[in-house]
């Protein structure tokens, strides 16, 4: 009896693994490395828990506010106690107005972002990063709601930052260019030369198929070409930092450090694109589908 | 320890925020610190946790909605990490008389190798499906610092996972 309600349990765990194991290998069947479409259900917990950690970073900035302030006023005089408790109280104000318009300076140098491209552009704040080092993603607090679509791109006013992987109504998270999921097709201003730039395992920019006999020097910048409608032409990636040409082989090994400092992102700027251009890049992109077919 | 079914929901639950709680931290707080690209594994330390303590048909289940749930703030793919973790929970439970999680140094040992293991499992996973040889070697390093950092904590979260699932009861695995 005891032998028989063993079996049953061993047989209904090895029913529940192969049924969890065969959901697992239609979800890495249908996994996209380009976007994610999320559950209604996925994009609820995501809006909470963006929300919470929007929170966080709120409270993280308050804390290096009031850490800074206390810096500021801990070599005060005792004897001055009222007088530099109303300096203190002036210093703070101070500070946070001086808070505001570094903010005030970042945010005016994102919108004077001149492009000559028709982009109508939302400025969002930096949420989080991806919670596992194997990708280069970051979370920021516009969505759906404010206008952003799936694989707009990402800039800010030094270069760009990526573009828009997965969406939910308040929040969106960005595929960077550091990321080895992300392919962006590069040009060197200088020479015109054209290739693939694409984030490695270990947290570098590559820019590949650039053929040897191009003359590419070090602190060349590269920039977007315009292919594969995904980012718009002219926007700085980065500059290349490092040139190696084996003997063997038609193109060279090339570096970029990007344009981007990716650690002190706070603020960025999406891109988003008018309908009819929208349109038109999805109707080249079928028409140049169905000649690849032919 | 076996557990029947009932009694597994309302820890879980628990363990779930206790998830969510450590993933916000991680990737809201301490990224603005400066360390953007370092991260503790929690998701994998708290499976860990699971595959060795409870002894319960449902491990498939657990290991999908934990990784489900880190899921919302990576885009890493669930199910690479649910058909890895199913696989490698089911080695960490046959092996479970063997291990020993009962002093600092063991969890710390038992706890790195279990991370390298998984490391090792999931490129050999990415290699097969994209070919990508660069993702096997190129992360070793972060990921081996990530795994001492993850394991050097661990023993202290087993502790607290402990009092989750088994608060008020006798450990039945000469516990932490």
């Known amino acids: 009896m005891v032998d028989l309600e063993i079996v049953e349990k061993n047989r209904l765990k090895l029913a529940i693994d192969i049924l969890f194991l065969s959901i697992s290998l239609y979800g890495v069947s249908n996994w996209s490395p380009k976007n994610e479409i999320i559950s209604p259900f996925k994009s609820v917990m995501i809006n909470i828990t963006a929300s919470l950690q929007s929170g966080l970073n709120t409270v993280r900035s308050n804390i290096h506010q009031g850490f800074d302030n206390y810096l500021l006023n801990v070599n005060s005089s005792k004897e001055n106690f009222h007088l530099k408790k109303k300096i203190s109280l002036l210093e703070n104000d101070l500070f946070e107005k001086e808070e505001i318009g570094k903010e005030n300076d970042r945010l005016r140098t994102l919108m004077n972002y001149e492009k000559d491209s028709l982009e109508s552009k939302i400025i969002a704040k930096v949420v989080s990063w991806n919670s596992s080092s194997e990708f280069r993603v970051l979370r920021i607090n516009k969505g759906a709601k404010h206008g952003i679509t799936i694989q707009s791109p990402v800039v800010t006013s030094n270069g760009l930052v990526g573009y828009i992987y997965r969406l939910t109504n308040n929040f969106s998270d960005v595929l960077t260019i550091e990321d080895s999921n992300n392919h962006v097709d590069g040009q060197l201003e200088r020479t015109r030369g054209q290739g693939v730039l694409e984030g490695t395992a270990d947290g570098k920019i590559i820019f590949k198929y650039i053929p040897k006999s191009e003359p590419v020097i070090v602190h060349d910048l590269v920039i977007t070409s315009g292919l594969g409608n995904t980012y718009p032409k002219g926007i700085r990636v980065g500059t290349v930092s490092k040139i190696e040409k084996d003997s063997y082989g038609v193109t060279q090994l090339i570096e970029i450090k990007p344009s981007v400092s990716f650690d002190k992102l706070e603020e960025v700027i999406v891109l988003k694109m008018p309908e009819d251009k929208k349109k038109e890049l999805e109707e080249l992109s079928k028409a140049n589908q169905g000649e690849e077919a032919i | ?176």
């Open chain 2, 1 to 176: 320890m076996k557990i029947p079914l009932n009694k597994i929901i309302r820890p879980f639950l628990i363990t779930l925020i206790f998830l969510i709680i450590l993933e916000i931290i991680s990737s809201s707080f301490v990224p603005f610190l400066g360390l953007t690209h370092f991260y503790i594994p929690f998701n994998l330390v708290i499976l860990f946790y699971l595959a060795i303590r409870l002894e319960t048909s449902f491990t498939a289940v657990l290991v999908f909605i934990i990784q489900y749930f880190h899921s919302f703030f990576t885009i890493e793919n669930w199910a690479i990490g649910t058909f890895i973790g199913i696989l490698i929970c089911k080695v960490v439970a046959k092996f479970r008389d063997l291990i020993q999680i009962s002093s600092y140094p063991l969890t710390v040992l038992v706890v790195q190798i279990y991370l390298i293991s998984w490391y090792l499992a999931n490129s050999l996973f990415i290699y097969f499906q994209s070919g990508g040889k660069t993702i096997f070697f190129g992360r070793f390093f972060t990921t081996f610092l990530e795994g001492i950092l993850a394991s050097l904590i661990s023993y202290h979260l087993f502790s607290l996972l402990d009092k989750i699932w088994f608060a008020g009861k006798e450990k039945e695995l000469g516990g932490v």
